[in-house]
């Protein structure tokens, strides 16, 4: 999970609390405070709220110079702390949080302590001391009478951010089954984390349990990229293939690498037609670049659907951006299989001009095959000849020398 996003959340979360809290000092029912320090502390929340730190730090600092009760000293620090906090002074809001809790317990209202004790826990998250915040936390949990699920998840917090992954599954696992027992809706940032805990274990079975609940409570297609990945590590391709096909159909999938997967899935599971069409369509769409890579992909996807001549243009574009002659020599070969003997000469002769081949004799031999089959006997035997020249060809390129030789006397005989 991004911490910069973990931050913000508790951020806003801590605000909430904070300026919640700031609230206490208009309840003096239970907590005697005298009307002067109400009326005092009334006006330096003003300041605080307004902005003026100077002034409403001096004004608390001349408040503690009176005669105060703990009651009333405690809330000096609560606002001091508050105030420090809207300054992104986090260091100096929790000494003013642990200064106060130097109260004693019977002088402060036990649902303040606690407040501040998670105050504390939260703030040292934030600053990165990640052993306080566990220290606090668990401290938080002893106090409390009910279970907060948010305690729980600062300490798993705390954990994952000291690496301490196996210690970090515990507590964000028991916050999600609190929060579940109370039927209320599990906050995405915690399963997020419990996410992040997994992954960072390499736990790919609870990492496709956490994303199918992520899933089903917030429905969102990153997840189920998320889970297609996992399947994909649990060698689970049909899942895979399911799951991308159906935010293919829903037009979630945007991007090259996505489309290019999904069309491997398609090649994988014997479905070449599917894979040849999202190709064309994405190059059409211009999702998918129209590189050479892709058009040799594109090709060979018609060529196992069983349409050859759908894969001829793509894979005559292909040749065309190639640096060297060899995809020229797979395209003429296409062109072999269906008879189309000059354009596999064609072809071959491109392939010739380019160069860089990884069999030029069997090239020739093709050339040769070619013009014979287009009764360019003359020409046939030239290329069968070159074809010879390599040892290990020397003996096919002399019986087809020999077969053009005797199909030439035939074709004279039945010309005259």
């Known amino acids: ?48 709220e307004a902005d003026q ?108 951010n000291l690496e301490e992954y196996k210690k970090a599954e515990k ?16 906050k995405e940032n915690w399963l997020l984390l419990l996410n992040a805990v997994y992954y960072s274990l390499l736990d790919f079975k609870g990492m496709q349990l956490v994303l199918r609940e992520l899933i089903t409570e917030y429905p969102r297609a990153k997840y189920m990229l998320n889970l297609a990945a996992v399947y994909s590590e649990l060698d689970d391709t049909v899942a895979q293939t399911t799951l991308m096909e159906s935010l293919y159909e829903s037009g ?53 659907a069983g349409n050859i001549g759908k894969a001829i243009e793509p894979l005559k574009n292909a040749a065309s951006l190639a640096e060297d002659g060899n995809t020229y020599v797979r395209l003429a070969q296409l062109h072999i299989s269906q008879s189309q003997w000059r354009d596999a000469e064609k072809a071959l002769s491109m392939a010739l001009d380019k160069g860089e081949l990884k069999n030029k004799p069997n090239v020739y031999l093709l050339l040769g ?3 014979f089959n287009q009764k360019h006997f003359d020409d046939a035997r030239t290329a069968f000849q070159t074809a010879g020249k390599d040892e290990k060809m020397s003996r096919l390129a002399s019986q ?17």
């Open 1 to 48: 999970m991004n911490n910069k996003m973990t931050l913000r959340i508790y951020i806003v979360l801590l605000s909430f609390l904070l300026f919640y809290s700031s609230t206490i000092l208009a309840d003096r029912q239970t907590f005697a405070m005298s009307e002067f320090v109400f009326n005092e502390m009334q006006t330096i929340q003003g300041l605080v």
């Open 171 to 186: 507590p964000i696992r028991k916050a999600i089954n609190l929060t579940r027992k109370t039927d209320r809706k599990v």
């Open 53 to 160: 730190y100077p002034q409403a730090f001096a004004a608390l600092k001349l408040l503690r110079e009176k005669r105060l009760s703990e009651y009333e000293r405690a809330h000096t620090w609560n606002l001091a702390a508050f105030a420090y906090y809207k300054q992104e002074n986090y260091e100096e809001a929790i000494k003013a949080y642990q200064r106060m809790l130097k109260t004693e317990p019977e002088y402060i209202p036990e649902g303040l302590r606690l407040d501040t004790i998670k105050k504390l826990g939260q703030l040292s998250l934030i600053v990165e001391n990640y052993k306080a915040a566990i220290y606090y936390s668990k401290k938080l949990l002893k106090l409390m009478p009910v279970p907060d699920p948010a305690v729980y998840i600062t300490i798993g917090q705390a954990y994952y």
């Open 400 to 416: 087809w020398i020999n077969y053009a030789r005797s199909e030439q006397e035939k074709y004279d005989i039945l010309k005259k």
């Open 252 to 304: 979630h999938l945007q991007k090259e690498n996505q489309l290019v997967n999904l069309a491997n899935l398609y090649m994988l599971h014997k479905v070449p037609y599917k894979a040849a069409v999202l190709l064309e369509e994405s190059m059409v769409s211009e999702l998918v670049e129209s590189n050479e890579r892709n058009f040799v992909y594109l090709a060979q996807a018609w060529q196992l």
């Open 369 to 371: 095959m070619s013009r």
